[in-house]
């Protein structure tokens, strides 16, 4: 009924569609730019306010001892 030599068209018609997707894939990867890596993010640690700091000599009631240590 069905000879073995017959072409298997669909498996065929499949097989090419497949390819052609394939290079078409590559084609427009080729035409993206670099993908971003990822990197760990560069940290600065910001500079402390000075302004905000009340010295210790300044406060009230804070002598020179008490004020080195932590309360």
Do not use: K, N, Y
């Amino acid at each position: 009924m069905f000879p073995v030599a017959h072409p298997d068209l669909m498996g065929q018609l499949a097989i090419e569609r497949v390819e052609g997707l394939r290079a078409a894939a590559a084609r427009f990867r080729l035409g993206r730019p670099f993908p971003a890596r990822w990197r760990p993010a560069r940290f600065v640690e910001p500079r402390a306010d000075l302004s905000r700091v009340v010295p210790a000599h300044t406060r009230p009631g804070a002598s020179g001892a008490d004020a080195d240590r932590a309360a």
